[in-house]
């Protein structure tokens, strides 16, 4: 089960963290992977580390935010099966933080572009490639963040990630017909760089402790896999517990 020989795998944001992790899953079911980052060393040594471990890997640097950049890179390089939109966060700048009644016009801006236009702009990419081929799996990473409300001055991401699913539920809509599905994974809290800090919100999910890039890959690899061809619009919660709505 789960075999994704012969499948050409997109990861963006695959430098490090979540999405490096789902760069490797997949890989090692299989997959060959090209691997996206905005950070071209990052690219580079990540795709290094899957062929030294055994698989097959390429690296694409490109902006996912930049549409013609992604159009120019995608279309030179050919007929992607699995597309998995990782890229987001604050995009390559740290995410702002602050209560929406402190941001001024604009603040916005890069976190919409890199949550939203990033999945847009890769999706419009690959999506004629999959329809015509007759089989494709896309794949969004999202936030609880994206389907509830938080309070802790995130809610300009969380209009890019909420805009994320909910463009990737209409898409798997469109394309159902032609062999193509698209599903959300909406991913509760990592660990944070401080070990205090990641103490902290471990304590508020129920199963104790806080998600790994495992965690998500392992859903990954079950969505970009043949035996999900009948899941297809959902939003799947990784989240340890956490009751979201
Ligand atoms: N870490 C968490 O706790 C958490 C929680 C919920 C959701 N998420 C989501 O999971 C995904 C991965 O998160 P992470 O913590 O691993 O992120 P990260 O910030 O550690 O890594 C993101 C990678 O994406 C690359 N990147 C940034 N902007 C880019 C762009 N415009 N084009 C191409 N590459 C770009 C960065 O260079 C980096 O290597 C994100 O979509 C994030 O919003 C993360």
Request: glycine share 14%; proline share 4%; hydrophobic share 45%.
């Amino acid at each position: 089960m789960f075999d994704l020989t012969g499948r050409t795998a997109l990861v963006t944001g695959a430098g490090q963290n979540v999405g490096a992790g789902i760069a490797a899953a997949l890989a090692g079911q299989g997959a060959r992977v090209v691997v996206n980052d905005i950070d071209p060393a990052r690219a580079a040594d990540m795709a290094a580390t899957i062929t030294a471990n055994g698989g097959a890997a390429v690296p694409l640097p490109f902006d996912v935010t930049d549409g013609p950049a992604v159009e120019a890179a995608v279309g030179s390089f050919g007929p992607i099966d699995i597309l998995v939109n990782n890229a987001g966060n604050g995009g390559a700048e740290r995410l702002a933080i602050k209560p929406f009644r402190e941001m001024a016009i604009g603040d916005w801006d890069p976190a919409i572009a890199v949550n939203l236009y990033g999945v847009l702009h890769c999706c419009h990419a690959v999506i004629d490639g999959m329809c015509e081929q007759g089989w494709g799996r896309i794949i969004t990473i999202s936030s609880g963040a994206g389907t509830g409300g938080v309070n802790i001055g995130v809610s300009h991401y969380s209009a890019g990630k909420g805009g994320g699913l909910a463009f990737t539920r209409s898409l798997a809509l469109e394309v159902a017909r032609q062999g193509v599905t698209a599903n959300t994974l909406a991913l509760g809290l990592l660990a944070a760089p401080d070990p205090k800090v990641t103490e902290r919100i471990a304590r508020a999910i129920p199963v104790g402790r806080t998600g790994t890039p495992i965690d998500v890959a392992a859903a990954c690899v079950w969505l970009a896999s043949e035996e999900a061809s009948w899941v297809t619009g959902q939003t799947v919660q990784i989240n340890g517990g956490s009751i979201t709505t």
